[in-house]
């Protein structure tokens, strides 16, 4: 419980400092930080329309926050959820087109599944190259993630194009239920909360997500007491995969109603970011992510009603990233440090 309060209190530290560094740039413009904050939160919440786009926002930050985590809990850095989903989303608008001989219910499970499966394929190849042949899952995941836009950005422009100006597919035969009307809010949200609590329960409460943790903490340990470190890393990545795959579903079937090319740009990126900060803490995650999409959503509203511009935003996201970056630098130094010390106590 102790260390549950303090990783909350660094959280809400780390809040606070970036949100008081960019009322410093904010008021460099000659701008009032209460004012443009305030038009921030109005912007994210002040009705449906608002409150439904932070909704929507956060779906799909929700998931690919939670994906990095749960792969982090196993040692792995997966820098390639963006290209999960994307081809998850790709994946799900091809079913939702063609398979419209299933009926309504099996289509809808059709598109996840198949998104899911697709996205924890991907994610095999770097963790399946990782464990048995030692490469660097970072980058390989980083060059899959512009193979993945490759690959669906020609089938949109090609096979799968809908014909029109911009480069997308047909519509969907089967849509996800908005309820926050004219926002794109949508039922995937609650599919991926209870997405989210199963992977937490999974996590904390099973024979399987203590292996994860194992594994993550120290694989020579795991590998000791008869766990394959090699078969749970590759499991996590298939996981967080999937996860990457469901969230380019949802958007999919739950926002646009079509595949729009480039429309994953940013989301693996932010929910790494949501991520890394509260340090894969798959509890704290989802509140970071929801915190990152009410700055996404709110940040039209506030250059609307005060002079600040949206930009404003980019800079705080930006110097959450420079806290993170500088926290986890400190903890190196620190690890090496305590090395030094015990071999000069050696």
């Given at each position: 419980?102790?260390?549950?309060?303090?990783?909350?209190?660094?959280?809400?530290?780390?809040?606070?400092?970036?949100?008081?560094?960019?009322?410093?740039?904010?008021?460099?413009?000659?701008?009032?930080?209460?004012?443009?904050?305030?038009?921030?939160?109005?912007?994210?919440?002040?009705?449906?329309?608002?409150?439904?786009?932070?909704?929507?926002?956060?779906?799909?930050?929700?998931?690919?926050?939670?994906?990095?985590?749960?792969?982090?809990?196993?040692?792995?850095?997966?820098?390639?959820?963006?290209?999960?989903?994307?081809?998850?989303?790709?994946?799900?608008?091809?079913?939702?087109?063609?398979?419209?001989?299933?009926?309504?219910?099996?289509?809808?499970?059709?598109?996840?599944?198949?998104?899911?499966?697709?996205?924890?394929?991907?994610?095999?190849?770097?963790?399946?190259?990782?464990?048995?042949?030692?490469?660097?899952?970072?980058?390989?995941?980083?060059?899959?993630?512009?193979?993945?836009l490759y690959i669906t950005s020609y089938l949109v422009s090609g096979p799968m194009s809908a014909g029109v100006a911009n480069a997308q597919s047909d519509p969907v035969t089967v849509r996800l239920y908005q309820f926050l009307k004219p926002s794109s809010a949508n039922v995937g949200l609650f599919i991926a909360i209870a997405a989210v609590v199963f992977i937490i329960w999974m996590l904390k409460k099973t024979t399987f997500g203590y292996k994860i943790r194992t594994v993550g903490t120290n694989p020579m340990h795991a590998e000791y007491v008869g766990i394959n470190p090699r078969k749970i890393f590759i499991k996590s990545m298939m996981i967080s995969g999937a996860l990457g795959g469901m969230a380019g579903c949802?958007?999919?079937?739950?926002?646009?109603?079509?595949?729009?090319?480039?429309?994953?740009?940013?989301?693996?990126?932010?929910?790494?970011?949501?991520?890394?900060?509260?340090?894969?803490?798959?509890?704290?995650?989802?509140?970071?992510?929801?915190?990152?999409?009410?700055?996404?959503?709110?940040?039209?509203?506030?250059?609307?009603?005060?002079?600040?511009?949206?930009?404003?935003?980019?800079?705080?996201?930006?110097?959450?990233?420079?806290?993170?970056?500088?926290?986890?630098?400190?903890?190196?130094?620190?690890?090496?440090?305590?090395?030094?010390?015990?071999?000069?106590?050696?």
């Amino acid at each position: 419980m102790d260390n549950a309060w303090k990783a909350i209190r660094k959280v809400l530290l780390t809040v606070v400092l970036a949100l008081f560094i960019g009322a410093l740039f904010i008021l460099l413009i000659s701008e009032n930080p209460i004012d443009a904050y305030a038009a921030l939160f109005r912007g994210a919440f002040n009705g449906k329309l608002s409150f439904g786009t932070t909704l929507a926002s956060f779906t799909p930050l929700l998931l690919t926050s939670t994906a990095f985590a749960i792969a982090a809990k196993a040692g792995a850095f997966n820098v390639g959820v963006e290209g999960e989903v994307f081809l998850g989303g790709i994946v799900a608008a091809y079913i939702g087109i063609n398979w419209t001989f299933l009926p309504v219910p099996l289509l809808y499970a059709a598109c996840f599944l198949g998104a899911m499966i697709v996205g924890a394929a991907w994610a095999f190849i770097p963790g399946f190259l990782k464990s048995y042949y030692n490469v660097n899952e970072v980058c390989v995941t980083i060059l899959m993630n512009s193979v993945a836009l490759y690959i669906t950005s020609y089938l949109v422009s090609g096979p799968m194009s809908a014909g029109v100006a911009n480069a997308q597919s047909d519509p969907v035969t089967v849509r996800l239920y908005q309820f926050l009307k004219p926002s794109s809010a949508n039922v995937g949200l609650f599919i991926a909360i209870a997405a989210v609590v199963f992977i937490i329960w999974m996590l904390k409460k099973t024979t399987f997500g203590y292996k994860i943790r194992t594994v993550g903490t120290n694989p020579m340990h795991a590998e000791y007491v008869g766990i394959n470190p090699r078969k749970i890393f590759i499991k996590s990545m298939m996981i967080s995969g999937a996860l990457g795959g469901m969230a380019g579903c949802i958007e999919v079937l739950g926002v646009h109603g079509y595949f729009l090319n480039n429309f994953a740009t940013g989301l693996g990126s932010n929910g790494m970011l949501a991520a890394l900060i509260v340090k894969s803490d798959v509890v704290l995650a989802p509140f970071m992510a929801f915190f990152l999409a009410i700055l996404k959503s709110g940040a039209m509203g506030m250059q609307q009603s005060t002079g600040v511009p949206k930009s404003i935003v980019d800079t705080i996201t930006a110097i959450f990233i420079i806290i993170a970056t500088m926290e986890l630098l400190f903890q190196f130094n620190g690890k090496r440090k305590k090395k030094k010390k015990d071999k000069a106590e050696a």
